[in-house]
């Protein structure tokens, strides 16, 4: 089944992002002081920052004394205004600039690769797209093989090479196949492990180097993934990331499992980068472009 709305996806995928502030907000009856307590630790809990938390309290407060709020409705929904503005700072309009390439960063295991095909399925149905794949994670056979898995199954052109191959030379040969082959859009799966380590920060800036030199500069999208249900941790990975690389967006993955849903925002403060996509589940249409006032519905439970 496909969902139009990542509200209803989420509500699919029976998230329990933000369950304990959800679980408050139908529990409490007066807005006393224990209510702010109790409302700080639930958003800690959900993985908002300590400083961010702080900073949106300090605002709803202000904001809910000025406008004489004192329903315990009209404030959630204050929150939500508060929280929909926060995720919204930075906020690109996906259609407005379709990108020629898209390279996927990211550590092992955050559902890079997935997204990879996600994302190629995702712009030949919204934007009639003709994708070609990729295949820049040399480093494991295992990655080319689950992405040539997802290109035969979706019916798309992948560009592989063997095994310690050099990522540069695979994606220098995309942008060439895509070219001659007629195709708009080259998505790229790098290598994602220990981000900690510098020789792959110069791997994914030589590639960088190759697609500005060999496309527009302006057509290249470069989207961060990042597990949710790891948490803080996620966002280290991001500010790692994003030294080396001029990450443009993020793409939320697992957010159907035990993931607490406030690193979003946590995200989009520290990084100054928008929340591009959500990824809800293993299935290609498991895949969405980012709302924030869905997602904040779905957080607060509205
Ligand atoms: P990569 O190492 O970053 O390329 O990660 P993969 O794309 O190989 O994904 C790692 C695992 O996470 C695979 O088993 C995927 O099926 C799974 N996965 C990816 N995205 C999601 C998601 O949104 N939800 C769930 N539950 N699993 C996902």
Redesign the pocket.
């Known amino acids: 089944m496909i969902f139009s709305s990542l509200e209803k996806a989420l509500k699919k ?1 029976k998230t329990n992002i933000f369950s304990r502030l959800n679980q408050f907000f139908t529990s409490k009856d007066a807005i006393d002081i224990s209510f702010w307590d109790t409302l700080e630790e639930c958003l800690i809990e959900s993985d908002v920052s300590y400083q961010l938390v702080q900073d949106l309290l300090i605002e709803l407060k202000t904001s809910s004394k000025e406008n004489n709020i004192n329903s315990y409705d009209s404030l959630k929904n204050e929150l939500k205004r508060i929280l929909i503005e926060e995720l919204d700072k930075y906020k690109k309009d996906l259609s407005s600039n379709i990108p020629q390439i898209i390279m996927l960063l ?11 095909a ?1 994302l190629a399925h995702y712009y030949h149905n919204r934007y009639g797209s003709n994708p070609l794949l990729c295949a820049a ?1 040399t480093f ?1 056979a ?2 080319n093989d ?1 992405l040539s898995i997802w290109a035969e199954r979706l019916n798309i052109d992948i560009v592989k090479h063997q095994e310690g191959a050099d990522p540069s030379a695979v994606l220098y040969d995309s942008i060439k196949a895509a070219s001659a082959r007629k195709k708009d859009l080259v998505i790229v ?1 790098t290598a ?1 492990r220990l981000h900690t380590k510098k020789n792959l920060m110069a791997e994914l800036e030589k590639m960088m180097r190759i697609a500005k030199r060999e496309s527009n500069p302006e057509t290249i999208e470069v989207l961060l ?1 990042l ?1 949710a249900t790891v948490g803080q941790n996620g966002l280290s990975q991001a500010k790692a990331f994003s030294q080396h690389l001029p990450v443009n967006g993020i793409i939320i ?5 035990t993931a607490k849903g406030g690193i979003a925002l946590s995200i989009v403060r520290e990084l100054r980068i928008p929340i591009s996509f ?5 299935s290609v249409d ?2 969405l472009p980012f709302s924030s006032s869905e997602y904040c519905n779905v957080l607060l439970d509205i």
């Open positions: 995928a990211g550590i092992n295991g955050v559902g890079k690769t997935t997204a990879a996600k994670d494991r295992a990655a689950q799966d994602g993934v597990d993955t697992k957010l159907d499992g959500v990824s809800t589940g293993e498991d895949f």
